[in-house]
């Protein structure tokens, strides 16, 4: 994971890039919030090599906006594994487990403006604009402020095969 979020094209849309001690403290999270939840960013590995590629999951945000507390589904994945169909794979399987297996009703996902890899998956997996909105933690990066928020309901899920 620390090989992922060190990589500065990965982490192009955020402010910084992680440090070990973050990254570990990213992961001490995603545990507390699947023991609590019983879900949470999962790490994803390659089926076929077992070769690990970064996360893929669900996760509960609280943070201060008029559309939290949300479910949020979100992936990053080592650069090497882009444009592989990864992402969207792992994005339908999350959201079916949501849907099925958590009996969520819905679930969002946010990301800069100016990340299209991201909102390009986003639609690829049937989530639909909602709107726009100025995250409050980014204010002093005027590039990354201004975020889109996405979301599905259950009944607008395609199913996965």
Same mark, same amino acid.
């Given at each position: 994971?620390?090989?992922?979020?060190?990589?500065?094209?990965?982490?192009?849309?955020? @402010?910084?890039?992680?440090?070990?001690? #973050?990254? +570990?403290?990213?992961?001490?999270?995603? +545990? #507390?919030?699947?023991?609590?939840?019983?879900?949470?960013?999962?790490?994803?590995?390659?089926?076929?090599?077992? #070769?690990?590629?970064?996360?893929?999951?669900?996760?509960?945000?609280?943070?201060? $906006?008029?559309?939290?507390?949300? %479910?949020?589904?979100?992936?990053? *994945?080592? #650069?090497?594994?882009?444009?592989?169909?990864?992402?969207?794979?792992? $994005?339908?399987?999350?959201?079916?487990?949501?849907?099925?297996? !958590?009996? !969520?009703?819905? %679930?969002?996902?946010?990301?800069?403006?100016?990340? *299209?890899?991201?909102?390009?998956?986003?639609?690829?997996?049937?989530?639909?604009?909602?709107?726009?909105?100025?995250?409050?933690?980014?204010?002093?990066?005027?590039?990354?402020?201004?975020? *889109?928020?996405?979301?599905?309901?259950? @009944?607008?899920?395609?199913?996965?095969?």
């Amino acid at each position: 994971m620390q090989a992922v979020n060190k990589d500065a094209e990965v982490m192009r849309f955020f @402010p910084n890039t992680l440090t070990l001690e #973050q990254t +570990q403290e990213f992961i001490k999270k995603m +545990q #507390q919030q699947f023991q609590k939840n019983g879900f949470c960013y999962y790490a994803v590995e390659k089926l076929e090599d077992e #070769q690990f590629i970064g996360f893929i999951g669900l996760s509960e945000k609280d943070f201060k $906006a008029d559309f939290t507390p949300y %479910i949020d589904i979100c992936w990053r *994945l080592h #650069q090497s594994n882009w444009n592989k169909g990864y992402a969207t794979e792992g $994005a339908l399987a999350y959201l079916n487990f949501g849907f099925e297996v !958590l009996k !969520l009703k819905n %679930i969002k996902s946010i990301t800069p403006v100016i990340n *299209l890899p991201f909102e390009h998956v986003m639609k690829k997996i049937g989530m639909y604009k909602v709107g726009t909105f100025k995250n409050l933690l980014l204010g002093d990066y005027p590039d990354l402020e201004e975020y *889109l928020l996405y979301e599905i309901n259950h @009944p607008n899920m395609p199913l996965y095969k």
